[in-house]
C-alpha cells in the first residue's frame, strides 16, 4: 500500500455512502435522513476510536519519556502540550474577543520554550515530533 500524509484523504469524501453499512442509496432500504445519520454515527465511532488510540500511544509515549529522561521533562512537555491545546481551543488569535487570553497562553509557551536548555529542548522537540508521527500513523491505520 502507498503511504498517505494525514493532510489528504485517501478516500473522496468521509461521507462516503458506500462505506457504511445499509448506506447504499440505490438499495431503496430507508430515507436520506436515515442513511446520512447512520453516515454520521459511524463517523464520530471513528473519531472516538482513533481518540482513544492516539490517547493510549501518547501515554506511552510519555511514560518513555519519564522513564529515560526523568518526570521533570516529561512536566515541561506536558504544560507545552497544555498550553498549545489551549491556545488551539481559544482560536489561536484569530477570534479578536479571545486575543488578549490566546496572548497570554502564548506568552506561557515562549517563556516555556526560552527557559529550555539546549538538551530539554532537543527532547521536547523530539516528543512532539514523535507525537505527530503517532496521531498521523493512527490516522492513517483508522482511514486505510
Known amino acids: 500500500k502507498r503511504c498517505v500524509s494525514s493532510f489528504t484523504e485517501p ?3 468521509l461521507f462516503d455512502i458506500e462505506r457504511f453499512p445499509g ?3 440505490g438499495s431503496g432500504s430507508g430515507s436520506d435522513m436515515d442513511n446520512i445519520g447512520r453516515m454520521l454515527s459511524s463517523v464520530a465511532m471513528d473519531d472516538k476510536q482513533l481518540r482513544a ?3 493510549t500511544m501518547g501515554s506511552i509515549l510519555g ?3 519519564k522513564q529515560y529522561e526523568g518526570v521533570d521533562i516529561l512536566n515541561k512537555v506536558e504544560s507545552l502540550r497544555l498550553d498549545a491545546k489551549a491556545w488551539r481551543e481559544a482560536g489561536a488569535g484569530r477570534i479578536e474577543s479571545k486575543k488578549d487570553e490566546c496572548n497570554k497562553i502564548f506568552d ?6 526560552s527557559s529550555l536548555s539546549n538538551h530539554e529542548l532537543k527532547v521536547v522537540c523530539r516528543a512532539f515530533a514523535h507525537f505527530c508521527a503517532i496521531a498521523n500513523a ?3 491505520h483508522h482511514r486505510a
Open 63 to 65: 511514560s518513555t519519556i
Open 138 to 140: 493512527a490516522e492513517y
Open 23 to 25: 448506506g447504499d442509496s
Open 53 to 55: 488510540d492516539v490517547k
Open 108 to 113: 506561557s509557551m515562549c517563556n516555556t520554550a
Open 11 to 13: 478516500q473522496p469524501t
